[in-house]
Each structure stands twice: as structure tokens, then as C-alpha cells.
């Protein structure tokens, strides 16, 4: 099964800091990867698939970005609402497996 | 309104069965592979199993491969998890999700139904 290492595990920043999230597949996975945003007691939702395109009706703050085994989630300028858990997902090969996930609190 | 509502939780004893089914409406359900994906609480996302759009392939993660069965039911806009000689860890909050199509990702989730397996 394809390993995926997200880091940091959690990271505390304040609303307008920029924010980077790095996944790291344990074999390359081309650019079938997803990006996730869990919000406590709700499902996960759609940010990134493809590794750089941007789901409908996602703010643009929001950008992906790696190929291979290299990837980046970024958040240009945090809003309050971005506090959450965000996930990696390949979907090169099955199972389709997740990062542990990256808690992003606030600072 | 594109939707998934899953049923069909709830508590069971260690070594019996289950079965868990999500009602989607809101987009064309046969033109589109459908997952489950659990969460254990307090844990992170685990992807179960899978079925191609009409139903003739199926995966499944090695932690449930032999007791778990997915099937879908394409007249009926729905879609399965048989889970049989269910284990204390497989106790997990279970989502089903829509594939976007193209390795595209899963972009509609449902709300998901809690199985809590304990004697």
C-alpha cells in the first residue's frame, strides 16, 4: 500500500498568516492527489483534486501544488473559517489512502 | 440539491453483521464510482472499499477485504456496505462518497452513520 506522510501533524498560525501543509507519497503517485478540509462533527470536504485544481466554489486562498511523491497544500492569508483538519488522499492506485491529517489551530 | 444519506448504524456485538445503506439523489447515481470511508473517533480517514459505476469492480482495503461486501443498486439510487463478523475496530463513523469521475477525487459526502461494535 502507497504510505502518505503529511507534516506538520498540527500547527498553530493567525488569521492572514500563509500556511503550508506537505504530504509526502511513500512511491509516486503522479498528480492523483486530493486535498481534504475536516470541520469538527461535519464530513470532509473536496479543496484540491489533481494535485493543483481548485474544487468549484473553494476560495481562491486555497492552492495546491507537487507532482511524484511531493505535495503542497497552501492557504495565502488564513481566515477564521479555515481553522479545521485537512487531509491528503491518493487516488493513484487502490486502497486510496489518507495522510494522518494536519490540525490547523488557531495561534 | 446533490445529496448522500447514509443509514443503517448503530450498536452490534462482536462477530455479527451489519449492513449500511446511503440514498443519493441530486445527480445522475450510474454515471459515477461510489466509496465508504470511515472514521474511528478521535481518528483520521480510512477508505474502505469501492464500486465502478454499474457495479462490476470492487475494491476494498485489506483491514475488511473477506468480511465487507459494497454493492450498489442503480434503479434505486443506492448503494451498500454489507459488513459481516464486524470486530471492536471497526467501530467508526462510516461516510459514503461520490467520485468525481477522471481520478478526480470524492467531492459529495454524506453526513455518515455511526457503527459502534461492542458486546
Known amino acids: 500500500d502507497i504510505q502518505m506522510t503529511q507534516s506538520p501533524s498540527s500547527l498553530s498560525a493567525s488569521v492572514r498568516d500563509r500556511v503550508t501543509i506537505t504530504c509526502r507519497a511513500s512511491q509516486t503517485i503522479g498528480s492523483y492527489l486530493n486535498w481534504y478540509q475536516q470541520k469538527p462533527g461535519k464530513a470532509p470536504k473536496l479543496l484540491i483534486y489533481?494535485?493543483?485544481s481548485l474544487q468549484s466554489q473553494v476560495p481562491s486562498r486555497f492552492s495546491g501544488s507537487g507532482s511524484g511523491t511531493d505535495f503542497t497544500l497552501t492557504i495565502s492569508s488564513l481566515q477564521p473559517e479555515d481553522f479545521a483538519t485537512y487531509y491528503c488522499?491518493?487516488?493513484?492506485?487502490?486502497?486510496?489512502?489518507f495522510g494522518q491529517g494536519t490540525k490547523l489551530e488557531i495561534k | 440539491e446533490v445529496q448522500l444519506v447514509e443509514s443503517g448504524g448503530g450498536l452490534v456485538q462482536p462477530g455479527r453483521s451489519l449492513r449500511l445503506s446511503c440514498a443519493a439523489s441530486g445527480f445522475i447515481f450510474d454515471d459515477y464510482a461510489m466509496h465508504w470511508v470511515r472514521q474511528a473517533p478521535g481518528k483520521g480517514l480510512e477508505w474502505v472499499s469501492d464500486?465502478?459505476?454499474?457495479?462490476?469492480?470492487?475494491g476494498y482495503a485489506d483491514s475488511v477485504k473477506g468480511r465487507f461486501t459494497i454493492s450498489r443498486d442503480n434503479a434505486k439510487n443506492s448503494l451498500y456496505l454489507q459488513m459481516n463478523s464486524l470486530r471492536a475496530e471497526d467501530t467508526a463513523l462510516y461516510y459514503c462518497a461520490k467520485d468525481m469521475g477522471n481520478s478526480y477525487g470524492f467531492d459529495i459526502w454524506g453526513q455518515g452513520t455511526m457503527v459502534t461494535v461492542s458486546s
Open positions: 464500486i465502478s459505476w454499474n457495479g462490476d469492480n470492487m
Open positions: 488522499q491518493q487516488n493513484y492506485i487502490t486502497p486510496y489512502t
Open positions: 489533481a494535485a493543483s
